[in-house]
């Protein structure tokens, strides 16, 4: 029996002749969804792995499914559940400003992203519209963790409020 708490460590990448002709038998050997089949395993899942891992076997693999299913990468810029939740309570008001014609959260973000990053290329953190937007740089794609209101002068932040510290 293998040991649970023992890290998954990758496979090295191998060619294309020594992959499996399709993902039907495969099952996945690490991870949340340890001995399912890859036909069985979440495509937001896949779509995760493909871009936290390093070029190995299992990406390759991941990327076959995700080609069998006839789903792709995203070309830009992935918003994660959490970044959504907080730009509707924390930037609502920015994006009704700011929105084009039909323009829903989720599409506006979207664009702002996109903008964002063309203007700050590779950072992280960055202050921008009125709003802070953190990203987490994967191997393909960024993705966009979370969104706040950039902090007024004289503004107290949730720590300062609950430490009591003084707004500088």
């Known amino acids: ?34 001995g399912e089949r890859w036909t ?11 871009n936290s891992m390093d070029d190995c076997y299992e990406r390759r693999i991941a990327e076959m499914e995700l080609e069998r299913r006839g789903d792709t990468m ?6 994660s559940n959490h970044a959504i939740d907080k730009a509707s309570l924390r ?25 964002a990053l063309k203007k700050y290329p590779g950072v992280n953190n960055m202050e921008y519209m009125g709003m802070k937007l953190v ?10 963790k979370t969104v706040m209101r950039e902090k007024r002068d004289g503004e107290k932040t949730t720590h300062q409020i609950t430490t009591g510290e003084k707004a500088r």
């Open 91 to 115: 930037v609502l008001h920015i994006w009704e400003e700011n929105r084009q014609k039909n323009e829903g959260l989720y599409s506006w973000l979207s664009r702002i992203c996109d903008e």
């Open 40 to 50: 069985r395993v979440p495509v937001d899942y896949i779509k995760y792995l493909i």
């Open 1 to 34: 029996m293998t040991d649970p708490f023992k890290p998954h460590v990758p496979r090295q990448s191998i060619s294309e002749e020594e992959l499996p002709k399709d993902t039907h038998g495969l099952r996945i050997e690490f991870g949340k969804y340890k």
């Open 135 to 144: 990203f987490a740089h994967g191997n393909v794609f960024p993705t966009l």
């Open 74 to 79: 995203p070309k830009s810029t992935v918003i």
